[in-house]
């Protein structure tokens, strides 16, 4: 029997049956392609899932946030420089177009709508060109109802607003005064632009990511999206590493690759992971039962049980996925200007900058399969991924 969430996620998936049938199809060739990396150490397709960052500019500065919070990657100078170039994705929209399957598309950033109407023709072009499409925004820049009606017009099929809690907590959080007020007019402006243009795409999701910043804020966020109407409400647990395992990590991935970045220092905090378990229990177990119009997920599913929570935040030896990550099998990570990586969080390996290849040729190449190759024996010989990757939840980000 489908649970009331089961029912309503696929109520919702059914609007845009294309990102619906994608996801779905991504999710069953994830599967297969772990089994057989695990023997071959390599993909057998092409990627089914193409995740571009963007650009590392972005003009808030939320605490948590790996990129521009506390122990944020880039000084602001360096962000400035950091995009990828618009006709390099011109350029692999034609490739990928010629391919039998088209991968799902994600931008993310930085904040992606800094590069305003360039961004929405790019998504324009990709959508003319048949892909399913889906960008993570703060929302702040869609308080310009000129700007979201250009969005909705691409035919886009799902926007990801970042909402963190009430006014005071999202503000706080996200670093200025004004972020709140704008995203909501951002979610009313574009709810207001389907309307007039009687589009049932794009979905609208709300993404909250919980921390000890925002624990408490669970119930006023399911509340804004009773009155925002929105399509979905799907929460993140912090994604954090520790000291230790931070610099375990880095040794390895040394003596392995002989590399030396390690983007997962940004990510060492485990002081905002200090959650109170039975508030957070007790305020999902509410949510759930709930009798809502949308969907409300927690890292996808709808029921956690205590124990679960508090190994995702006290335990984090304990791994929050067991088996062996198929994102290098699966999915191709983009990342300023152009290179090729295999996390999109945690970039520290890259194959080749697609100024000079196209992505067929650095997807099946040599450098690409010697990480995999590793990263493979790793899991085999250890039973868990790297160390860093612990509580790296991007498996439960639509
Ligand atoms: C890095 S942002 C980029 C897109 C856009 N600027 C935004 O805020 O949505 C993508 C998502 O990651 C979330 N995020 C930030 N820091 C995180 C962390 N440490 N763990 C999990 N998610 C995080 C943000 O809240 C946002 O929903
Ligand atoms: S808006 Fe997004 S990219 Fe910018 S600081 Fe916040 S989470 Fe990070």
Redesign the pocket.
């Known amino acids: 029997m489908l649970n009331r969430n089961t029912f309503l996620m696929l109520k919702k998936l059914f609007l845009s049956p294309r990102f619906g049938f994608t996801l779905l199809s991504l999710r069953v060739i994830e599967l297969f392609n772990t089994f057989y990396a695990k023997f071959h150490y390599k993909p057998l397709f092409k990627p089914k899932q193409i995740v571009f960052r963007i650009t590392e500019q972005?003009f808030?500065?939320?605490k948590m946030?790996g990129?521009?919070?506390q122990r944020g990657r880039f000084t602001l100078k360096q962000r400035e420089e950091m995009n990828i170039s618009l006709s390099l994705i011109y350029k692999l929209a034609k490739e990928m177009s010629k391919w039998s399957y088209k991968p799902l598309i994600k931008f993310t950033?930085?904040?992606p709508l800094v590069l305003s109407t360039d961004i929405i023709d790019l998504i324009g072009y990709l959508k003319k060109k048949g892909f399913v499409v889906r960008l993570s925004t703060?929302g702040v820049m869609l308080k310009s109802k000129n700007l979201a009606d250009k969005l909705v017009k691409t035919g886009i099929d799902v926007i990801g607003f970042?909402i963190d809690g009430d006014k005071q907590i999202h503000n706080k959080i996200?670093g200025t005064d004004y972020a709140f007020d704008a995203s909501m007019d951002g979610i009313s402006n574009i709810e207001e632009s389907k309307k007039r243009m009687k589009k049932k795409v794009p979905l609208i999701m709300i993404t909250t990511t919980l921390s000890t910043l925002n624990e408490s804020q669970i119930q006023k966020v399911v509340d804004i999206g009773i009155k925002k109407r929105v399509d979905w409400v799907n929460f993140q647990f912090f994604n954090f590493t520790n000291d230790k395992l931070a610099e375990k990590s880095h040794k390895i991935v040394k003596k392995l690759y002989n590399i030396n970045e390690a983007p997962w220092r940004c990510f060492s905090n485990e002081s905002m992971a200090k959650v109170d378990i039975n508030k957070l229990y007790n305020t999902i177990k509410k949510v759930n039962k709930m009798k809502l119009k949308f969907p409300v997920t927690f890292l996808s599913i709808g029921k956690l049980s205590k124990s679960n929570i508090k190994s995702y935040f006290y335990n984090i030896n304990n791994p929050l996925i067991n088996r062996m990550c198929f994102e290098p099998f699966s999915s191709a990570f983009i990342v300023p200007p152009g290179k090729v990586a295999f996390c999109i969080d945690y970039p520290f390996y890259f194959c080749d900058n697609l100024k000079h290849t196209t992505l067929e040729k650095s997807w099946f190449g040599e450098k690409a399969n010697n990480f995999r190759k590793h990263f493979v024996r790793y899991y085999k010989k250890n039973g868990k991924n790297f160390p860093h990757c612990q509580r790296c939840n991007w498996r439960f980000n639509y």
């Open positions: 972005c808030l500065k939320c946030c990129q521009r919070g950033g930085g904040e703060n970042s996200r």
